[in-house]
């Protein structure tokens, strides 16, 4: 059975680069059939999309968010990771690691399986 | 503000059927791209309810119902359940600023069994 760990510092300091890792358990990263991705969720807020990798290493980032993203994987450790520069105030929030099932044409299509999530908080 | 639009709440008694709309735009749903649903409940992770419009993933009850039509997509529940009670996201992909599409989600609909 497929999981997914969210790891990393749950307190930032503002301006500084949040970096996160999701270990992924029972199944391997390098798999063609699946993406992987992170999202994050303000308390009491919806969904918002930060990111996605293959296993190629090609990556795809929210415009909003583009300038201060960076997603690698480690296939090695069986791995992804954010990174995230130039923290504030509102990036606090609860960030998820997630797969996503290719679609027809291997593009990345919907997230099937979720990491419990991990709260970061940024403040000095 | 999202680029797909859902209705903030829904309720209904037990028994009864419920929808929630994803009102989209000509640069997702309207484009073909397909439409995604998720179920949370407070303090855990979404988890997947409905994936390509209208396909249950395995373990999902068959009171869970999706549709698309044009530039919106509808989740119906069937027989509401008190369990049934959490917030629910679509999600689809945008080309309005990437060619390969981002992913986008509905601001969430929380449904409330009355």
């Known amino acids: 059975q497929l999981q997914l760990q969210e790891s990393g510092p749950g307190l930032v300091k503002p301006s500084e680069t949040l970096s996160l890792t999701c270990t992924v358990s029972?199944?391997?990263?390098?798999?063609?059939?699946?993406?992987w991705g992170w999202i994050r969720q303000p308390p009491g807020k919806g969904l918002e999309w930060i990111g996605t990798?293959?296993?190629?290493?090609?990556?795809y980032y929210n415009p909003s968010l583009k300038s201060r993203v960076t997603m690698s994987l480690d296939t090695s450790k069986n791995q992804f990771s954010l990174k995230m520069s130039s923290m504030t105030a509102a990036d606090t929030t609860v960030y998820y690691c997630?797969?996503?099932?290719?679609?027809?044409?291997?593009?990345?299509?919907?997230?099937?399986?979720w990491g419990q999530g991990i709260l970061v908080t940024v403040s000095s | 503000q999202s680029v797909l639009t859902q209705p903030p709440s829904v309720s209904g008694a037990p028994g009864q059927r419920v929808t929630i709309s994803c009102t989209g735009s000509?640069?997702?749903?309207?484009?073909?791209?397909?439409v995604h649903w998720y179920q949370q409940f407070p303090g855990t992770a979404p988890k997947a309810l409905i994936y390509?419009?209208?396909n249950r993933p395995s373990g999902v009850p068959d009171r869970f119902s999706g549709s698309k039509s044009g530039t919106s997509a509808s989740l119906a529940i069937t027989g509401l359940q008190a369990e049934d009670e959490a917030d629910y996201y679509c999600?689809?992909?945008?080309?309005?600023?990437?060619?390969?599409?981002?992913?986008?989600f509905g601001g969430g609909t929380k449904v409330t069994v009355l």
């Open positions: 997630a797969r996503l099932r290719s679609g027809n044409y291997y593009e990345p299509y919907s997230f099937d399986s």
């Open positions: 029972g199944g391997s990263i390098s798999n063609s059939r699946y993406y």
């Open positions: 990798i293959y296993y190629t290493g090609s990556t």
């Open positions: 000509s640069s997702n749903i309207g484009a073909g791209y397909d």
């Open positions: 390509g419009n209208s």
């Open positions: 999600q689809s992909y945008d080309s309005s600023l990437s060619a390969s599409g981002d992913v986008v």
